[in-house]
Structure formats: C-alpha cells, structure tokens
C-alpha cells in the first residue's frame, strides 16, 4: 500500500468501517461493506482478485454495491463494475461558518425518516436508505409542516466528519436553505475539534459553487462504480 492509500481520506470508506463506524460493518480484513439498509458503499483492502472474491461472498446474486477509487477497476468475472462518474472530494479548508444560522433548522430522526426517504428521492442527492440518518446528525427544515431541506453526517473516521444528503425540494430551492444547513452542520463539526468533508460529482457545478463559498475546496477525485454481482 502507498503513502497516498494509508491517508483516511484517501480511504474514506475503509476509515469509516474500521474506526468508528464498525458497527455498521459487514466483511473481513479483505474486503467491507455497511449493512445494506444504512448505506451501499463497500471497499477493499486492496484491489485483489482474493479481496474482490471476498467482497462477492458478501453479495447476494444481483446485488450490487458502490466504490470509490483511483482509477477504473477491473473487477474478477462474477462482479461487473459500471463506472458512474467521477467525484470530487472537497475539504472545509476555511472557516467561513461565523454567525450559522439555526432559526427554523431542526434535528431529524426515527420519526421523520419516511419524510427523509422521499425527500431524497425526489431530489437525488445520492445515496439514502432508511437507515442512514443513524449514522449521524440530521437537520432539515420544515415549511408549514412539510420537510423541505435536509443534510446531515454520513461517514465517520478519527478527525473527519462527512457531510452529506445536502438536498432541497424544487419547490423551494433558490432560497439558500442547502447553505444554511451546510453552515450548520459544519460550525458543529468544528465546534468537535473535527473536519468536515463532502463527496459532490464532478458535474454538479451549481452544488459545488455553493460549497466553495462556504469554504470548501477540492482535495482530490475518485472513480465513483457500482459493483454488481452477476454470476450466480
């Protein structure tokens, strides 16, 4: 393994399911995934023939898991790779969340995740399943009732924080809520002595002009694929 691998963000999904969200942790030392309900990421110790035969032990036939990497993988002949696209890794470099605003944001949970689960999927903000709100805070904002506005802490690891599910209904986009709770999310990261982070695809140029003015800034990109396993 090179220097660039053994860095967490260079692994941030490894980091997470070996620190401090192992909890969520299905697999081995050769290859680990989060239970299907609470996310949909897997990584690899390394990118091996033995790893990705231990990745398809964890796999039902037809399942299918996403990854981050370096450059396009090759997978053994029982797993297809779909390369998605490529993601740029961005890095709160700056403060810029003095004087966050938390009128009107609230803390989600259990009770709001049916709401959650279709905010997201009516916005696409990325992977969110019924159980991802436990991986972290969640905050949104409400309008006469209504769950507008989401984001909240995905991915875990010593000194990091990942921001993620930053979404807004179309009907009420334009009004800088996606800011507002970035603002949030990041002041009380930071408040922990942490690091916040985010994962934004490279062609989503209105998302990341919003986080640059919060202060992020590009780290370095991944390959973003779906594993699938199609052999049975």
Same mark, same amino acid.
């Given at each position: 393994? +090179?220097? &660039?691998? /053994?860095?967490?963000?260079?692994?941030?999904?490894?980091? #997470?399911?070996? /620190?401090?969200?192992?909890?969520?942790?299905?697999?081995? /030392?050769?290859?680990?995934?989060?239970?299907?309900?609470? #996310?949909?990421?897997?990584?690899?110790?390394?990118?091996?023939?033995?790893?990705?035969?231990?990745?398809?032990?964890?796999? *039902?036939?037809?399942?299918?898991?996403?990854? !981050?990497?370096?450059?396009?993988?090759?997978?053994?002949?029982?797993?297809?790779?779909?390369?998605?696209?490529?993601? $740029?890794?961005?890095?709160?470099?700056?403060?810029?969340?003095?004087?966050?605003?938390?009128?009107?944001?609230? &803390?989600?949970?259990?009770? %709001?995740? +049916?709401?959650? !689960?279709?905010?997201?999927?009516? =916005?696409?903000?990325?992977?969110?399943?019924?159980?991802?709100?436990?991986?972290?805070?969640?905050?949104?904002? &409400? %309008?006469? *009732?209504?769950?507008?506005?989401?984001?909240?802490?995905?991915? $875990?690891?010593?000194?990091?924080?990942?921001?993620?599910?930053?979404?807004?209904?179309?009907?009420?986009?334009?009004?800088?809520? #996606?800011?507002?709770?970035?603002?949030?999310? =990041? $002041? %009380?990261?930071?408040?922990?002595?942490? =690091?916040?982070?985010?994962?934004?695809?490279? $062609? +989503?140029?209105?998302?990341?002009?919003?986080?640059?003015?919060? *202060?992020?800034? !590009?780290?370095?990109?991944?390959?973003? /694929?779906?594993?699938?396993?199609?052999?049975?």
């Amino acid at each position: 393994m +090179n220097d &660039r691998a /053994s860095v967490p963000l260079d692994r941030p999904i490894w980091a #997470a399911l070996t /620190s401090r969200q192992a909890a969520f942790c299905l697999g081995d /030392s050769l290859a680990r995934r989060f239970q299907a309900d609470v #996310a949909p990421f897997a990584a690899l110790a390394s990118e091996t023939p033995v790893a990705y035969q231990a990745l398809q032990a964890q796999l *039902g036939f037809g399942d299918q898991v996403a990854l !981050l990497s370096d450059a396009t993988l090759t997978p053994i002949a029982s797993l297809e790779a779909e390369q998605v696209g490529v993601i $740029h890794q961005m890095i709160a470099a700056r403060d810029r969340t003095s004087g966050a605003d938390t009128r009107d944001v609230i &803390r989600l949970g259990v009770a %709001d995740v +049916n709401e959650m !689960l279709d905010l997201a999927q009516r =916005t696409k903000p990325g992977p969110f399943a019924k159980r991802t709100h436990e991986m972290g805070m969640y905050i949104g904002i &409400r %309008d006469q *009732g209504r769950l507008v506005a989401m984001a909240g802490e995905r991915m $875990h690891f010593d000194g990091h924080v990942e921001i993620s599910a930053v979404c807004v209904d179309p009907a009420w986009r334009g009004r800088g809520l #996606a800011a507002k709770l970035v603002r949030v999310l =990041t $002041h %009380d990261i930071r408040q922990r002595s942490e =690091t916040p982070f985010l994962h934004v695809l490279c $062609h +989503n140029q209105t998302a990341i002009n919003v986080y640059e003015q919060l *202060g992020f800034e !590009l780290r370095r990109t991944f390959v973003f /694929s779906l594993i699938r396993h199609v052999a049975p």
